[in-house]
T-cell receptor
């Protein structure tokens, strides 16, 4: 089946630093990937749609200068949280479509900003 | 908000009983999907039902969709302790680009 990986699985950083999260489709090519954010005991909120070779599309209320997305190849999208603050602490999950309507999700990255 | 609503927010039942979760949405959809999430993990796709379908089965799962009421239900029969997880409905919409909008989720606990 389709496998999506994320790295790192956990990251702890100091306030003000930037953190990069990688999302890879391991056995398929993904022209489109998605980045979600999930707070404890809450649902997933779509942050942005990452398009290979072009700019990401951000959802309303998501700061594009704060959450930088790069989709440089058909198997890799990265999310960089710039100048992270404690309120950015969350569970970040990526996903990708494989030829259809079903999204395959990565295992998530737990970000803790001190 | 486009986000779907689910009820109950939490459900605790005995092993062997059936579990029913409901989801409602507000916009037109292409399809509706159900996902499962174990604590602190990614999501696993369970089942997809298209807007022109009314019912679908997959193993112990049964999904219904009522587009006139903009609602769906997920039934898990003969529950097992391993079914303990959070369950999310997600509706697939096309507004320029495709995207999934998730419901608030139901935390299901199966007691042995």
């Amino acid at each position: 089946g389709a496998v999506v990986s994320q790295h790192p699985s956990r990251v702890i950083c100091k306030s003000g630093t930037s953190v990069k999260i990688e999302c890879r489709s391991l056995d398929f090519q993904a022209t489109t990937m998605f980045w979600y954010r999930q707070f404890p005991k809450q649902s997933l909120m779509l942050m942005a749609t990452s398009n290979e070779g072009s700019k990401a599309t951000y959802e309303q209320g998501v700061e594009k200068d704060k959450f930088l997305i790069n989709h440089a190849s058909l198997t890799l999208s990265t999310l960089t949280v710039t100048s992270a603050h404690p309120e950015d602490s969350s569970f970040y999950i990526c996903s990708a479509y494989l030829a259809g309507e079903v999204q395959y999700f990565g295992p998530g990255t737990r970000l803790t900003v001190l | 908000s486009q986000q779907g609503e689910e009820d109950p927010q939490a459900l605790s039942i005995q092993e062997g009983e059936n579990a029913t979760m409901n989801c409602s949405y507000k916009t037109s959809i292409n399809n509706l999907q159900w996902y499962r999430q174990n604590s602190g993990r990614g999501l696993v796709h369970l089942i997809l039902i298209r807007s022109n379908e009314r019912e679908k089965h997959s193993g112990r799962l049964r999904v219904t969709l009522d587009t006139s009421k903009k609602s769906s239900s997920l039934l898990i029969t003969a529950s097992r302790a391993a079914d303990t997880a959070s369950y999310f409905c997600a509706f697939h919409i096309i507004q320029g680009a495709q995207k999934l909008v998730f419901g608030q989720g139901t935390r299901l606990t199966i007691n042995p």
